[in-house]
């Protein structure tokens, strides 16, 4: 897995010369990560987010990886947000509401400290329960791409290896990690079907999520081709002048698949009912 990290950071653009803010939970995902990161001589600050959601054993987490990272010699940087209430006055659900709350501290310590990137330890079975979660809840092309393995400065290095291979490589290093009671309480969507729907996909195919991953990969490929197309197709089909925009309907009709080519066009423009137009 050491070599494949190095391998996945340098394809990213990542370099040991880069500024790396790390976020840790204390799960075994970003504790694997950060000792790959530590082996290999990375510079590295790390950020932990208390959610004050699991009471003290939230506060566990959080002192868990702070002593962890004063035992690496590392910085760390720790946060208590008051997430139920986020949620409650933004009329938002506690999971939205933690990823805003993360990320936009995350990017105030990224500008602070001069960071180049922003890493998390995303991995294949978190892409895989994001697409059946868009697939359940009904998604266009763009919600089987999955996790992005990079958004601007925000990296996700591990999205090539599984929850399976990252617990293989926590055991044979001895890495201490903590487990976050949440994960097993079904009431949450992505809980139920890492749970209970992908156990049941893999008595069919015991390599379920390398399947999917695999094909996530693909789609995305796919993406890249439909994107291009989109995109000088747009250029060809709309004018504008005068502060207007004009679709050149004949022109539209002529296309392989309009009403998805029309889709695109509006969809810039904040329309989504595309029967209606």
Not at 57 to 70: A, I, M, P, R
Not at 123 to 147: A, P, R
Not at 233 to 246: A, C, T
Request: hydrophobic residues 35%; contains cysteine.
């Amino acid at each position: 897995m050491i070599k494949e990290i190095i391998d996945q950071l340098t394809n990213l653009g990542v370099s040991k010369d880069h500024q790396i803010l790390l976020a840790v939970s204390g799960g075994v995902d970003s504790m694997v990560l950060m000792d790959l990161l530590f082996k290999n001589e990375f510079k590295f600050l790390i950020a932990h987010c208390n959610f004050s959601l699991r009471g003290q054993e939230s506060d566990l987490d959080q002192k868990f990886v702070e002593l962890t990272s004063k035992s690496m010699g590392v910085k760390c940087f720790t946060k208590l947000f008051q997430t139920k209430e986020y949620s409650f006055k933004k009329q938002i659900s506690i999971q939205m509401a933690a990823r805003e709350l993360r990320y936009d501290w995350f990017n105030k310590i990224k500008n602070e400290y001069n960071c180049d990137f922003i890493l998390t330890a995303h991995h294949t079975d978190d892409s895989v329960e994001t697409v059946l979660m868009n697939l359940i809840k009904g998604t266009g092309f763009q919600g089987l791409h999955g996790i992005k393995p990079k958004q601007t400065h925000l990296i996700r290095p591990m999205l090539n290896f599984t929850k399976k291979s990252i617990l293989s490589y926590a055991k044979k290093n001895s890495i201490a990690y903590r487990e976050d009671s949440s994960n097993i309480d079904n009431k949450y969507i992505r809980n139920k079907i890492r749970n209970k729907i992908i156990p049941i996909m893999r008595e069919i195919n015991p390599n379920v999520v390398k399947s999917i991953g695999d094909t996530i990969s693909c789609v995305n490929d796919v993406e890249n081709i439909y994107q291009n197309y989109i995109s000088s197709q747009k250029k060809i089909l709309i004018e504008h002048s005068n502060q207007e925009f004009k679709i050149d309907i004949k022109k539209l009709k002529c296309e392989i698949a309009p009403k998805q080519l029309l889709y695109e066009i509006i969809s810039d423009f904040g329309f989504s009912d595309i029967d209606a137009v």
